[in-house]
């Protein structure tokens, strides 16, 4: 079946609170809605946000790029579209993304299955997701944190920014009051290699499961001495988008982990071969997102219960942070606990 129509539009959801780390501020998830067709009118639909300080791209910017390659993939098999996608269209990755979930979408309507099928799940056993603590005062953090764990969502990622003294504060009064919790800390690049080295210094009584991108993406050397150098594991993210990347990171022993996101890495057929490189390698990933819509979390949530053997960590928590329930979620949340609606 041939492809016949791609159609956008843009979507807001509003936050519960606002989201903040070392790079951005927002009040709501704003992204692109895509709508692939094809000849018998079956609808496959993909979304990008616009995340301007990590992909470079912004609503206008992914509307544009769908706009401009569109009329490419007319009367082509959602395979051939694919194939076209990843070899012949230079465009930004979240726009690629959402294209690429949208084609993966369509192909499984037209073979009359579903996601869990299509990725061969087998065992949907509850899975968990961090969620987000922004980035505010000491104090606010640690509200923020004891309310998540009054509700049962005791996986935290902890968002710092440049001033390290307050990082070293906010984290051991989360870990003082809540030794309940999984702290994972994530500093979106705003460390120096120095501020790196004074935090871990200041965590050597502090449990703490991984440490995300202390340093600029570009320095992959001040990263692996972080990375040798630290008691608690490094997580790869902003400097890990490609299947290349992943291996440079990987083979240089610059982290002990890499986060894989769809719009870095162009979409789930791309996070799919990181995954399969991650499964061969014994390399543990974590299985990130944006703040992104529900039918893009919904393709991750497939893929985090399809490779729950190396995803160690899931960071799928925007439907959490949304000020409405999603009607357009395959999945139910509670507390921090994932399961497919049934």
């Given at each position: ?56 791209e ?20 959602c ?44 065992d ?34 902890v ?15 989360i ?83 890499i ?6 890495c ?26 992104e ?50």
């Amino acid at each position: 079946m041939k492809i016949t129509n791609i159609k956008t539009e843009v979507k807001h959801i509003a936050l519960k609170t606002p989201f903040k780390t070392a790079l951005r501020e927002t009040s709501d998830v704003e992204f692109v809605r895509v709508y692939v067709e094809d000849e018998n009118g079956h609808i496959g639909i993909g979304e990008a946000p616009a995340t301007k300080a990590i992909t470079g791209e912004g609503i206008e910017d992914i509307l544009h790029s769908i706009d401009s390659v569109k009329e490419q993939f007319s009367d082509l098999t959602c395979q051939e579209a694919l194939e076209l996608l990843h070899s012949g269209c230079k465009m930004g990755s979240s726009a690629k993304a959402a294209l690429d979930i949208a084609f993966v979408s369509l192909d499984a309507k037209q073979k009359s299955c579903t996601l869990r099928e299509r990725f061969c799940i087998e065992d949907f056993a509850p899975i968990k997701t961090d969620v987000t603590i922004s980035l505010n005062s000491a104090d606010v953090m640690l509200e923020d944190a004891k309310k998540a764990c009054n509700e049962r969502k005791e996986i935290l990622k902890v968002k710092v920014g440049s001033d390290i003294l307050h990082a070293v504060d906010v984290i051991r009064k989360i870990a003082n009051s809540l030794p309940q919790a999984e702290i994972l800390v994530d500093a979106n690049q705003a460390w120096s290699f120095e501020d790196a080295h004074f935090f871990i210094n200041n965590m050597l009584d502090v449990k703490i499961e991984l440490i995300e991108q202390p340093v600029i993406a570009s320095d992959l050397e001040s990263l692996k001495k972080i990375t040798e150098f630290s008691h608690i594991p490094i997580l790869a993210d902003e400097a890990v988008f490609t299947l290349r990347d992943v291996k440079k990171v990987m083979e240089s022993k610059s982290a002990d982990m890499i986060n894989i996101k769809f719009m870095k890495c162009g979409g789930v057929t791309k996070a799919i071969e990181i995954l399969e490189y991650a499964r061969q390698n014994g390399v543990k990933c974590m299985l990130g997102s944006m703040l992104e819509g529900p039918y893009s979390i919904n393709m991750a949530l497939y893929l985090a219960f399809a490779y729950r053997d190396v995803i160690k960590y899931v960071d799928l928590d925007s439907p959490l942070l949304y000020k409405e329930p999603s009607s357009e979620l395959d999945f139910e949340f509670s507390g921090c606990e994932i399961s497919l609606k049934t």
